[in-house]
């Protein structure tokens, strides 16, 4: 794996990566698109019962979030992903049946028992990741998982491309059925690997040390001490003058004779240091001391005034981010999953063409991630995150007037393509924000959030189908771009307060630069 995947990534990140990678693809084939005919096709035409048997994976993971929240943050990671493995296996064993019997709610049975699966592994994959990545960097790693999902799931269309080109371009029952057993082979791969991850230590720990005569204090947020490598360094984050530095535990003993006082070297006592829990404090009361017994004092005074500091103390802050992804998933779920079916019914594509236009998305999705994230460099994240979602609320926009007006296929099929890129690219971004602003005990608990995001697929989808029923597509499709409009009212009450990363610029400060050159 070496050679696909940066040399700073560790074992438990490059796992995380393929597992990713696998079980999107094998997801897309038997879960998506041909899942989404084959039950429309058993089930005479019916969209409701398409809604249903896609929401309930969702409904699942609702009810199982809080309570696997708390246990994936009480319990070592490790076991929480052997407990997944095993539930995967079940809901794959279940599905199996239910395809070969054309059983429509055994199916709906194994739709619960994967929502469970996805309910304890996805937040466990993210807060390894997390765990693995310092503070100020991790919307980089973020963005490599995002992307490697999203070439997972376009390798998921090619597979399905492959298959249909072998056993017939026709939409039939037996032809999705055979599709649909190549994904759920495939998905038991990644749950034989979920099996091998090293533990993950999640103390948080920061440290602040003065070293011989030139003494330097560190400022960071928390950072994982652990070293895979085998030695005692700890990497604690960038020091005053911008340098990296590391410092060995041993040195912060009674006994090492390195270590002097704070006090006695002169420095001011109010410089800010990490604390295990989270929070930025400063010097004052508790001592450090060495060999002879000088002593620096230690205290949780008072917050340090950092921008990362605030917002951590800002509740409102990530759980607004939270909100507007909620929002956002209750609009797709009511349209998304009838993409298939619109373009099967109305726009006349063959599961090739279907297959073909899933392929291109998906690339296009890894590509527009890519973009997102070095441009909020420059702009702020959530700036990033806003512009990606109107630029895919404006080609929805595109799409529903051209297949309303009868506009060309390529151009409604292009509208798809980029709507679906852009309102997806900044996921990334804004799941980065929230991990760097809450404690590392507590981001299972938080990515376990995301169930609610899938309960509003599941409520939404199910509304979805009743629309297209009664109401035809164009009013299920005007009513998601109504509620994805209203998505982005959270964001834009937060955009300012989410802090850029280490060495990004803003949007307050591009402005002004700019505004400062036309004046002069």
Excluded at 257 to 277: C, K
Excluded at 347 to 362: H, N, Q, V, W, Y
Aim: aromatic residues 10%; charged residues 15%.
């Amino acid at each position: 794996m070496d050679i696909f995947f940066p040399k700073d990534f560790n074992k438990n990140i490059r796992l995380v990566m393929v597992i990713s990678f696998i079980t999107k693809c094998s997801i897309t084939v038997w879960l998506g698109a041909v899942l989404v005919v084959f039950v429309y096709l058993i089930e005479d035409n019916s969209n409701k019962a398409v809604g249903i048997v896609t929401g309930l994976s969702g409904l699942a993971q609702l009810f199982c979030a809080p309570a696997i929240a708390y246990a994936a943050d009480a319990f070592p990671r490790t076991d929480i992903f052997k407990y997944g493995s095993i539930v995967g296996v079940l809901g794959s064993i279940i599905a199996t049946f239910a395809l070969v019997m054309e059983n429509y709610y055994m199916l709906c049975f194994a739709m619960v028992v994967v929502g469970i699966f996805n309910s304890l592994t996805n937040a466990a994959l993210d807060a390894v990741v997390a765990d693995s990545v310092t503070q100020g960097s991790r919307s980089r790693v973020y963005t490599w998982k995002f992307t490697t999902l999203l070439f997972g799931a376009a390798a998921g269309p090619l597979v399905s491309l492959a298959m249909f080109g072998l056993i017939g371009d026709l939409w039939t029952i037996n032809t999705c059925r055979i599709v649909m057993f190549i994904g759920l082979f495939l998905f038991l791969i990644p749950l034989v690997l979920m099996r091998q991850f090293d533990h993950v230590d999640t103390s948080g720990k920061a440290v602040a040390v003065a070293v011989a005569s030139s003494v330097e204090l560190v400022k960071y947020a928390p950072v994982d001490t652990t070293d895979n490598s085998g030695n005692d360094d700890v990497d604690v984050g960038d020091d005053v003058d911008g340098r990296s530095k590391l410092v060995s535990d041993e040195k912060l003993s009674d006994g090492d004779s390195d270590v002097s006082s704070v006090e006695a070297a002169g420095v001011d006592s109010d410089i800010e240091i990490g604390s295990s829990d989270g929070d930025l404090v400063t010097l004052a009361d508790t001592t450090l001391c060495d060999s002879s017994g000088s002593s620096a004092s230690i205290s949780r005074a008072k917050p340090a005034q950092s921008c990362w500091a605030y917002c951590a103390t800002v509740p409102p802050v990530p759980l607004l981010i939270v909100s507007s992804d909620l929002i956002a998933a209750l609009a797709s779920g009511m349209s998304l999953k009838f993409f298939p079916i619109f373009f099967k019914e109305n726009i006349g594509l063959a599961p090739t063409e279907l297959s073909a236009m899933d392929l291109c998305t998906f690339l296009l999705c890894a590509a527009a991630a890519n973009i997102a994230q070095r441009s909020s460099r420059t702009v702020g994240r959530m700036y990033a995150v806003l512009i990606s979602k109107l630029i895919g609320l404006l080609f929805f926009v595109t799409l529903l007037y051209c297949y309303h007006f009868g506009g060309s296929t390529w151009l409604i099929i292009g509208a798809c393509m980029i709507r679906t890129a852009s309102m997806n690219s900044s996921r990334p971004l804004a799941k980065s924000a929230v991990m760097d602003m809450i404690p590392a005990a507590e981001r299972v608990r938080w990515s376990a959030l995301e169930s609610f995001n899938q309960a509003g697929w599941a409520g939404s989808a199910v509304l979805g189908g009743y629309l297209m029923d009664t109401y035809g597509v164009q009013v299920n499709f005007g009513l998601t771009i109504f509620i994805q409009t209203l998505s982005l009212l959270p964001i834009l009450c937060i955009a300012h307060l989410v802090p850029n990363e280490t060495g990004a610029t803003n949007l307050a400060e591009i402005c002004s630069k700019w505004t400062k050159g036309s004046t002069q």
